[in-house]
């Protein structure tokens, strides 16, 4: 492949051992990006970021299957939640902490600098998560210890996070980071579902008591991880390290054969001929000075606030689904011709399940888990995972701005038309619609909101900023999750618990799901920018994504290509285009009475 005359030598005429050629930051900035952008889907890139998502998803959803194991064994008569709903708040408030600290770290110190170190502290809580015991003559306590270990694998679970997305951002192809990223993202729902799997085999391959006692401590041995060792990417050592040599000698060891790759649909960009001049000086990075110019100076606060709202929001409804969600599932379960108790213990999840035999009024551990890994697995998982797959097949195809915004407005009328139907519905012959309506929400969470929330902070924000971004705005959505966890359990309307079994003033509460919902997609319409450039002739359907370079560029890039960004600018837009239309319509009656 050559170049066209006159544009300069491209990549394909420059070989890529000539770097020592290239004498500025943004002839270096380019010759990465071009190597990196002539590939496709890197497969080790996802691997690396993949196997820690799908073990920290693991980690944090199995608590599904756990809590209702611990209840039986050690609260076997409590009928309060006030235990579990701790454990779950502790957990995804230490994941907050780990989203925070981690994400600046990386930004400070490293992407993969730091990346062992989260698995280093998942391993060891998982130790002391199934080493928690009451101790000799209960001289310790199981709780305290069991919620303490859990908040220290939250911070593992949350470092994940920004590290992962941005590892596989800074990385990936142009063409490919979408694909990628929500590839990553495919582990969260899988994980949920090995968690499910793995309580499931255990009930049925082990139906006694001993087996009963100890399943919650085998299924975190399962949490295991391939370790794959790579560098830090080249544009966080160029652009924040000021590394240049480093940076190309990194982006050459991943991307060894780049010359020899075939064109893959990435328009090349000229290489700049060699220049004489000196770089400019690098932003200082968290300096008081840049920190100011770039989020208030120049109001990319407001990227900031778009991307953690919208995260603040999708999690508040997913997570209120989504962990403690055997009760919800099972309540929407219940078959019309079921007794319901209206006190049970905390680890009988579903109050109408049959006892386990005449001596008992309670189920069998191994039904509940059984039963609970069954419903979760065809509401939950199924769609969650289908919904992820078909995000990774359209991503290129589809405008990801807008599609969050549609996103958010579907499930705000999805939620509705759940909670309507949950309240007509419970507990009737044809309750089955509002399984299906449940299961179409996971599978539209992770169609569109779920994943892009977690695709789109890694993209626009500069590289010297970009974990710490990525961070602030994943830990808005764990402040979300552990908002609805708290209050969940004591919402009430008309003195009457959304939770009573006997209840479907669950329905209220979907409703409610629906108006967050709403108010994600004013979020998503005001404060988030285009990701992705226009359909060209070439690309044919495909919406080609924006570099990084240039989203990094912020609010200042955005105003350039006519974006209008921010709630007054995006209103004043909205009244001046109908002034225009009223204006223009007044005078094309005027001229037809002229006529």
């Not at 994941?95 to 400070?108: E, T």
């Not at 087996?211 to 790579?230: E, F, Q, T």
């Not at 399984?435 to 695709?455: D, K, Q, V, W």
């Not at 004591?490 to 979907?510: D, E, H, I, K, Y």
Request: hydrophobic share 45%; charged share 15%; glycine share 10%.
């Amino acid at each position: 492949m050559n170049s066209s005359p006159g544009a300069g030598p491209t990549f394909f005429d420059t070989p890529l051992r000539t770097a020592r050629n290239l004498r500025t930051r943004d002839q270096k900035r380019r010759h990465i990006r071009q190597t990196i952008d002539v590939n496709g889907f890197n497969w080790l890139v996802w691997a690396v970021a993949a196997s820690g998502f799908f073990t920290d998803s693991y980690n944090l959803f199995a608590t599904n299957v756990i809590l209702p194991s611990l209840g039986f064994v050690y609260w076997p008569e409590s009928s309060s939640l006030w235990r579990e709903t701790l454990i779950n708040c502790v957990t995804l408030a230490g994941a907050a902490v780990g989203q925070l600290v981690f994400g600046y770290l990386a930004d400070r110190y490293g992407r993969t600098r730091l990346y062992g170190i989260e698995l280093v502290i998942v391993i060891f809580s998982t130790i002391g998560v199934a080493s928690s015991a009451t101790g000799y003559n209960g001289s310790m306590s199981l709780l305290v210890w069991f919620t303490a270990w859990r908040f220290v694998m939250g911070l593992g679970i949350g470092a994940e996070y920004p590290l992962s997305a941005v590892i596989t951002a800074e990385w990936a192809p142009t063409g490919a980071r979408a694909r990628m990223m929500a590839a990553v993202f495919l582990m969260q729902p899988v994980g949920q579902l090995v968690a499910q799997l793995s309580g499931r085999l255990r009930s049925v391959c082990g139906r006694n008591m001993a087996m009963g006692y100890r399943r919650w401590r085998d299924s975190r041995s399962v949490s295991h991880r391939v370790s794959v060792l790579i560098q830090d990417p080249g544009l966080y050592d160029l652009d924040v390290k000021n590394q240049g040599d480093r940076a190309l000698k990194n982006t050459d060891s991943l991307y060894p054969s780049a010359t020899n790759l075939p064109y893959q649909d990435v328009p090349l960009l000229p290489l700049p001929t060699p220049a004489i001049q000196g770089d400019q000086a690098l932003p200082r990075q968290f300096s008081r000075d840049d920190i100011h110019d770039y989020f208030w100076k120049q109001g990319n606060w407001r990227y900031l606030l778009g991307t953690s709202a919208c995260w603040f929001l999708v999690d508040f409804a997913f997570f209120g689904l989504g962990i403690g969600n055997p009760r919800t599932l099972a309540k929407i379960w219940t078959p019309p011709d079921r007794t319901i108790r209206d006190i049970v213990p905390t680890w009988v999840i579903d109050p109408s399940m049959p006892p386990n035999n005449s001596t008992s009024v309670n189920p069998s551990i191994f039904d509940v888990l059984e039963q609970g890994a069954k419903q979760s697995i065809i509401t939950v998982s199924i769609g969650s995972i289908l919904g992820s797959i078909l995000f990774i097949k359209f991503a290129d195809y589809i405008p990801r701005k807008q599609f969050l915004l549609w996103s958010f407005l579907w499930l705000a009328v999805l939620f509705t038309i759940t909670g309507g139907s949950f309240f007509g519905l419970f507990r009737t012959n044809i309750s089955a619609i509002t399984i299906i309506l449940i299961a179409i929400c996971y599978f539209s969470f992770n169609l569109g909101a779920n994943t892009l929330t977690f695709i789109i902070p890694a993209e626009i924000f500069p590289t010297r900023y970009r974990c710490t971004c990525h961070g602030i705005s994943a830990a808005a959505g764990k402040l979300g999750s552990v908002f609805i966890q708290a209050i969940l359990p004591s919402m009430s309307f008309g003195g009457v618990n959304a939770n009573n079994p006997t209840s479907n003033l669950l329905g209220v509460v979907f409703i409610i799901f629906g108006f967050i919902m709403g108010l994600g997609a004013f979020f998503a319409w005001a404060w988030i920018p285009e990701v992705q450039n226009k359909r060209d002739d070439e690309g044919g359907l495909k919406l080609p994504s924006k570099t990084l370079e240039d989203l990094g560029e912020g609010l200042r890039k955005a105003d350039h290509d006519g974006q209008i960004i921010g709630f007054r600018r995006k209103l004043a837009g909205v009244f001046r285009s109908r002034q225009i239309g009223s204006r223009s319509g007044r005078d094309k009656r005027s001229n037809v009475l002229n006529e």
